[in-house]
């Protein structure tokens, strides 16, 4: 199982306590996805970033729903890497 973060180091140049807003989401549990493929866009400060899938297989569990704030490091979903 892999799970699914923002990378880390988009949020080195920011205050602490800074938090990314999950937009939208474009895959659901139990969908198949590849290496690299857009799972969801988000924000943060005012950026929109693209969260990458880090291997193929299926989403497991989405654990931050769209229109959700998350902290640093959030985990934002659950891969089962095939």
Known sequence: MKEIVLDPALHESLEAGVDAMLDEWLVAEG???????????????????DVPAPHGGVIEEIIVPAGQPFTRGALLAR????
């Not at 969908?31 to 988000?42: P, S, Y």
């Not at 891969?79 to 095939?82: G, N």
Request: proline share 0%.
């Open 79 to 82: 891969l089962i890497e095939s």
């Open 31 to 49: 969908d198949f996805v590849h290496a690299g493929q857009t799972l969801a866009h988000a924000n943060l400060v005012h950026t929109r970033l």
